[in-house]
């Protein structure tokens, strides 16, 4: 009798471990079944008349002609070239490469449509500085846009970097 009563006990507690195994297996597979947004995978329209938080106005691709008659605010200071040249490491160098000639110098240029070199004399006098930094801000027709990870003053700050890359 006691034989059978520890028998019956055993069946019960497998029967609840695999009920509880089943479970924790569901649950983990369900989680990496999810999907996921990384950053820069899907860009989000912003609403019309949005202001971000570094309180500019976002213009749209659509509209780059009028984003490239907006002034520089940021004066090109070494300190400004300094925080450009982290964030171009950080956001830019992956695609344009560490320094930024373009072709298939970054390790994610290899995979898709080789970006431009922005040290090219030619490229730099035909972009205006609102002009690039509108393509940072809200992407363009193969590039992310950024607005969502860098502030304005930011990519205004990559603005100058790349122009300093020009002068040398």
Not at 32 to 56: H, L, Y
Not at 63 to 72: D, I, K
Not at 120 to 141: C, F, M, P
Request: charged fraction near 20%.
């Amino acid at each position: 009798m006691k034989y059978l009563f520890v028998l019956t006990l055993l069946i019960v507690l497998a029967a609840g471990g695999l009920l509880g195994t089943a479970l924790v297996v569901r649950w983990k597979d369900n989680m990496t079944q999810t999907p996921r947004v990384m950053p820069g995978e899907r860009v989000f329209r912003m609403p019309a008349g949005v202001v971000p938080r570094g309180g500019e106005l976002v213009i749209p691709k659509e509209q780059r002609e009028l984003a490239a008659r907006v002034p520089n605010p940021v004066r090109g200071t070494s300190e400004s070239i300094a925080i450009g040249r982290e964030r171009y490491a950080t956001f830019c160098a992956p695609c344009h490469g560490p320094e930024a000639r373009g072709g298939v110098t970054g390790p994610v240029a290899t995979k898709f449509i080789p970006p431009p070199d922005l040290t090219n004399l030619e490229l730099q006098k035909q972009r205006t500085d609102g002009y690039w930094h509108s393509y940072i801000v809200v992407g363009g027709a193969v590039m992310p846009a950024y607005g969502e990870a860098l502030s304005s003053e930011e990519a205004w700050h990559i603005v100058n970097f790349l122009r300093s890359l020009a002068r040398k």
